[in-house]
């Protein structure tokens, strides 16, 4: 009887090693090989996502959806990305957890990333068995993108998740049009270049499920309807600023596609996964197909100025799931071939990733320093003029002029490429910043045109910075009423130049020990401007 007992115990204990032969180990050790990349990635964040974050805060104090308060913009390219930061600022989430909107937000991305890696090692797994999923996994582990984009703040790891989402819906045995609708549609509130990746993934479902397909279509411009309707009823405009700051320019999207693509595949890596995933199965064709969409659409986005390659990272998954695919699969005599391929891709993404990670970890530091420092320097104005508005209008809290024209409307549209605006002079005279802050690829030059009681009166004589600050320093309307406070070093090649109003400025205001000389570097002999006398 005791023998009895102890069989009708097992039969109702639950059976782990059924559940992992259920489940693999390969989705679970990927996602902690994601968790841990990411964690190494952890200090990274990027200024932009502080921007949002001060939506966040204005949005849950009732300043209204702008960057300043008061002062309605289209600044968030993202406007689903909210809802974390806001979930923190609105409840008591924040003060009984002790964390704040960034830290909210980086903490959900980094979420995000690790189920997406997880999922899409499984998907591989159900639908090319456990080799392919393995090797799925492995290229996504060394992915710097993936690891760096998933902490940076930004919306990138919801997004790698939504596509894996939309691509189970489509490409499964048992598609689901719900599935793959809602994650479009959500794919547009959170990256708008994603349109060109979904029509690929509709396209291949109408092939096979032509009804489901249909109903992803509905919900997904449901969805595209409604942020556009947002848009127009918040702004009058369908399109965010950053459309218009950042004009597209395809040489440059090209270019940004390429670099991204040798330091995401080492080139080979890619070739490999479209030359045979268009001569495989079905689902191989419509996910390379798929691929190809993102990369031209990010071209004809123009790119983007930001590191790593975040705008390629969503349709990793799809690369590293096809190319794992096509590495383990095949016959003779191409096998051995696609296997070296894989193994290229991987050693040229792990080496990138080994490079990247203590430049991606040490963007932290002048931060925390300098950057805090400058920001409270700045509490001190109430209007500050500046290209650098994440971080330090964020941390400082005044009312910033959006140089870069992210976040100002007018700026946005006014001539020229990204930080190369034209800016009208009567809109800076209009909003009469009292500082305007100046980066600077090398020390600012600077010089004494008078002494005073007060102490000495100086002003910038060169400047190495982006087209739109040398415009801004060059005119005569500056020059005339503005004179340097100070300069402060802010990271290697990197240097703050504080302006301010000449009749509102003392010698407490003025920290002339920091000016100083400086050789003329590569990149500030390419852009340094020289102002005269």
């Not at 309605?72 to 806001?86: F, K, Q, Y």
């Not at 392919?132 to 997004?159: D, P, R």
């Not at 910043?433 to 010089?447: F, N, T, Y």
């Not at 009681?453 to 005569?476: C, D, H, M, N």
């Amino acid at each position: 009887m005791k023998h009895t007992g102890t069989a009708a115990n097992h039969r109702d204990r639950p059976d782990r090693r059924s559940f992992v032969r259920k489940v693999g180990f390969a989705p679970a050790w990927s996602a902690l090989a994601t968790l841990a990349a990411c964690g190494l990635a952890w200090p990274f964040v990027v200024d932009d996502a502080f921007i949002i974050a001060r939506y966040a805060r204005h949005i849950a104090q009732g300043a209204g959806y702008g960057m300043n308060p008061g002062q309605a913009s289209d600044g968030v390219t993202a406007p689903l990305w909210l809802v974390p930061a806001l979930l923190v600022e609105m409840m008591p989430v924040g003060p009984i957890l002790s964390i704040d909107a960034m830290t909210a937000m980086k903490a959900v991305g980094l979420g995000c990333a690790v189920i997406a890696t997880g999922a899409a090692v499984y998907t591989m797994r159900g639908w090319h068995g456990p080799r392919a999923a393995w090797a799925t996994g492995a290229i996504l582990a060394v992915q710097t993108s993936v690891a760096a984009w998933g902490v940076a703040g930004l919306e990138t790891g919801a997004a790698i998740l939504l596509v894996v989402a939309a691509m189970r819906g489509a490409l499964s045995d048992a598609p689901s049009g719900g599935s793959l609708g809602v994650s479009l549609a959500a794919l547009a509130w959170l990256r708008p270049e994603s349109l060109a990746l979904g029509a690929a993934l509709v396209v291949a479902m109408s092939l096979r499920h032509r009804s489901s397909a249909m109903r992803a279509v509905v919900i997904w411009m449901a969805g595209v309807a409604a942020l556009v309707a947002f848009r127009l009823a918040m702004f009058g405009n369908a399109l965010p600023l950053s459309f218009y700051a950042k004009p597209a320019d395809l040489v440059e999207g090209t270019s940004y596609v390429v670099r991204g693509v040798f330091a995401t595949s080492g080139g080979v890596g890619l070739v490999a996964a479209l030359v045979w995933g268009l001569r495989g199965c079905f689902r191989q064709r419509a996910m390379a197909w798929a691929l190809i969409a993102h990369l031209a659409a990010v071209a004809f986005a123009g790119g983007d100025w930001m590191p790593s390659f975040r705008l390629l990272a969503p349709a990793l998954p799809i690369y590293a799931g096809l190319l794992g695919a096509v590495a383990v699969g095949g016959s003779r005599p191409f096998s051995r071939l696609r296997f070296v391929c894989m193994v290229v891709a991987v050693f040229v993404s792990a080496t990138d990733f080994a490079l990247q990670l203590p430049r991606i970890r040490a963007t932290a530091e002048p931060r925390r320093v300098a950057g805090a420092q400058l920001a409270a320097r700045l509490q001190r104005y109430s209007t500050v003029a500046m290209v650098d508005v994440g971080f330090l209008g964020w941390k400082s809290g005044v009312e910033v002029v959006d140089l870069a024209g992210l976040t100002d409307p007018v700026i946005a549209r006014a001539k020229g490429g990204y930080l190369a605006k034209q800016i009208p002079v009567g809109y800076m005279e209009q909003r009469a910043p009292d500082a305007i802050l100046l980066h600077s690829a090398e020390v600012p030059s600077i010089e004494t045109v008078a002494e005073t009681r007060a102490g000495k009166v100086t002003r910038l004589r060169s400047l190495a910075g982006f087209p739109v600050e040398r415009q801004i320093a060059s005119w005569p309307w500056t020059r005339r009423h503005y004179i340097v406070a100070g300069v402060y070093p802010y990271a290697p090649g990197y240097y703050y130049v504080l302006l301010t109003r000449a009749e509102a400025t003392s010698d407490a205001d003025t920290d002339s020990e920091s000016h100083a000389e400086s050789p003329k570097s590569a990149f500030a002999a390419r852009c340094r401007l020289d102002l005269g006398a």
